[in-house]
């Protein structure tokens, strides 16, 4: 049973703001596209898995949630938790192509293409260390005594796997669930009242996310992003606002364009905006337009008079 679903995928949505309002002779363009279309693969590897378990039925009473975001000694995530009354498991997914080699003292991942090009990543069994370490000290606080398990899925097939003496099973998305069927046991932790509680629990304690600004990650200024709103017909940024709707050049008209392009103003630059920066960004002349429009947006307001800002949190 998924208690609680995944939801949208900040990295992902972030970094497609972000290229789309980079110009691409930009220095900075080349690295956001790599970590979009590498946050899309991760995205389309999540959405395999998710399957796979949404349709897995499994003897013993259990629950799956997406997206946990928990603090310990430390705020931590976890993508996917598989929780029976016997154990946790935590299922870190990676959707890399080409031959990956898990490399040990120290821990990263290397990925070599046919061409030979080699890239340094972030070990998953370091990330699964530090994740197992993290959960376990959460419930041991609230005196839940569950083993913590983890696997990694490597969900594309065009890959091949050198797992080097990695501790953890490593696996394909179909072989998943048998995976979890083999850790079937019976020797039970908790009870069916007890595995209830617990995920209450880690809802009550789930932490949203707040997204942090990308213009900070790339060393971007405000003069770097290209601004204007983006229609929703042909993609083109610069529609203008006349007689309360939005138009582009190709004559397209939309009443609410100035949604999306809120939210790529959020993802680039962080949860809040006020006056002057809406109007900078969206193109608009008037202080009472740029107001009517804030206040219709449903934000939290921050502030009064000319230190009023607006602010939304982009949440998992």
């Known amino acids: ?17 972000l290229k789309k309002r980079l110009d691409m002779s930009h220095l900075k363009f080349n690295d956001v596209e790599n970590n979009y279309f590498r946050s ?47 154990y946790a498991l935590i299922i870190e997914v990676k959707n890399i192509k080409h031959t990956v080699e898990m490399m040990q ?3 990263y991942m290397k990925q070599t293409n ?23 000290d959460w419930m041991l606080r609230r005196n839940w005594f569950l083993p913590v398990e983890g696997v990694i899925v490597f969900t594309n097939s065009d890959s091949h796997i050198i797992p080097n003496n990695c501790r953890y099973d490593i696996v394909r998305p179909r072989y998943l669930t048998k995976k979890i069927r083999k850790m079937t046991t019976s020797r039970e932790v908790l009870s069916q ?33 290209i601004t204007g709103v983006e229609c929703p017909v042909c993609f083109e940024i610069g ?12 004559d397209h008209i939309s009443t609410n364009a100035h ?11 962080g949860p809040e905006i006020n006056n002057t920066e809406f109007r900078r960004f969206f193109h608009i002349k008037s202080k009472d337009v740029a107001k009517r429009m804030l206040k219709k947006m449903n934000l939290i307001e921050v502030g009064k008079g000319r230190w009023r800002r607006y602010r939304k949190l982009l949440s998992k």
């Open 1 to 17: 049973m998924i208690i609680k679903k995944r939801s949208a995928q900040l990295n992902f949505l972030g970094q497609a703001a």
């Open 40 to 86: 899309k693969a991760g995205v389309s590897g999540e959405d395999f898995v998710d399957q796979q378990l949404a349709r897995y039925e499994h003897p013993e009473t259990h629950f799956i949630i997406h997206d946990l975001h928990l603090k310990a000694s430390s705020f931590f995530q976890i993508d996917n938790l598989f929780v029976t009354q016997s």
């Open 105 to 107: 003292n120290p821990h």
């Open 114 to 136: 046919p061409e030979g090009k080699v890239v340094i990543m972030d070990s998953p069994e370091e990330q699964l260390d530090k994740n197992i370490i993290w959960l376990r």
């Open 193 to 225: 009242e007890e595995l209830i509680r617990l995920g209450e629990e880690f809802l009550k304690n789930h932490r949203e996310y707040e997204h942090k600004a990308l213009h900070a990650k790339y060393n971007l200024s405000s003069e770097d992003i």
């Open 239 to 250: 529609m203008k606002w006349s007689k309360r709707k939005w138009v582009c050049s190709n």
């Open 259 to 269: 949604l999306q392009t809120l939210d790529d103003y959020f993802f680039i630059f």
